[in-house]
């Protein structure tokens, strides 16, 4: 007997043809549009080297190859740093004290402590250091007045130099009820 090869195709080997028509639903096309999307998920394959290229399209005169580093020559030796002449020197001196003078946040300190209020330590030390640079930078420019100098050095050679003994009786001596207000 001779054999048949068996085969799937409809209507081979005597089987009756059906035809299969599908009605699809709404639902039945979201959910394959879902599961799709879910199977896509993520970046392309290579995405970095595409975005590469993408950018050299939009930016014709970047020619350099963007894995290579900077061409920026460092210096193997550090050079010292240039020394300022007196005269930049005393302009910078001034630029400070013109800036310490008109800085804001130190006047209103002043000005609270001229009114008789008390600062914090915090502030008072702010306003102490502020004070103590403006003095060096007006000793430094020559603007502060000898005045006050020579009101010392006049002082100190009329006083008498006073043994040790002396000053401890002094000190025994003191009352400070007398101060007391």
């Known amino acids: 007997m001779s054999r048949k090869k068996k085969s799937r195709k409809p ?40 975005e590469e290229q993408a950018k050299q399209k939009q930016s014709a005169n970047q020619v350099r190859d963007p894995r290579l580093g900077s061409k920026k020559k460092i210096p193997l030796i550090v050079e010292p740093a240039k020394k300022l002449t007196k005269q930049e020197r005393r302009l910078s001196a001034e630029q400070e004290l013109e800036m310490l003078e008109n800085d804001a946040q130190l006047n209103v300190l002043l000005d609270r402590i001229e009114a008789g209020e008390n600062l914090g ?23 502060l007045e000898p005045e006050d100098d020579e009101e010392f050095q006049d002082e100190a050679p009329t006083r008498k130099a006073r043994s040790d003994d002396e000053l401890l009786a002094d000190f025994e001596d003191f009352n400070m009820d007398d101060y007391k207000g």
């Open 121 to 143: 330590r915090g502030l008072q030390q702010y306003v102490d250091e502020k004070l103590d640079r403006i003095e060096q930078l007006m000793k430094q420019l020559g603007l």
């Open 11 to 50: 209507g081979a080997a005597g089987a009756p043809e059906f035809i299969v028509t599908r009605n699809r639903s709404e639902s039945d096309v979201a959910g394959r549009l879902r599961k799709k999307e879910k199977k896509h998920k993520g970046l392309k394959a290579g995405a970095r080297n595409a």
